[in-house]
Nanobody
Framework: QVQLVESGGGLVQAGGSLRLSCAASGSIFSINAMGWYRQAPGKQRDMVATITSDGLTNYADSMKGRFTISNAKNMVYLQMNSLKPEDTAVYYC???????????????WGQGTQITVSS
């Protein structure tokens, strides 16, 4: 079993910055990719940014230039700058994890962390 635990959420004023962290633990043989998604009230969950184990990144258009995703062993980070009220959402960590050399990659989600940006 694999657990993803996010940290770093909270309340911030518009224009401010926050850094999210996500730690993957448990039975991990390898991680193919990790990423961040967000879900605002009444809306669908959308991709924020993803990063592969090789360091290839992908960002949603509205985050380019403001957010930066990075990774370390079994960790993924999201540096968020110039935050806007519309960035308010629950942010979820996501990972594609292979638990053993003989298993396929399986997708996991964290519990989510709330980010509220006040105007």
């Amino acid at each position: 079993q694999v657990q993803l635990v996010e940290s770093g959420g909270g309340l911030v004023q518009a224009g401010g910055s926050l850094r999210l962290s996500c730690a993957a633990s448990g039975s991990i043989f390898s991680i193919n990719a990790m990423g961040w998604y967000r879900q605002a009230p009444g809306k669908q969950r959308d991709m924020v940014a993803t990063i592969t184990s090789d360091g290839l990144t992908n960002y949603a258009d509205s985050m380019k230039g403001r957010f930066t995703i990075s990774n370390a062993k079994n960790m993924v980070y999201l540096q968020m700058n110039s935050l806007k009220p519309e960035d308010t959402a629950v942010y979820y960590c996501n990972a594609d994890v292979k638990e053993h050399f003989y298993t396929y990659y399986r997708n996991y989600w964290g519990q989510g962390t709330q980010i509220t940006v006040s105007s």
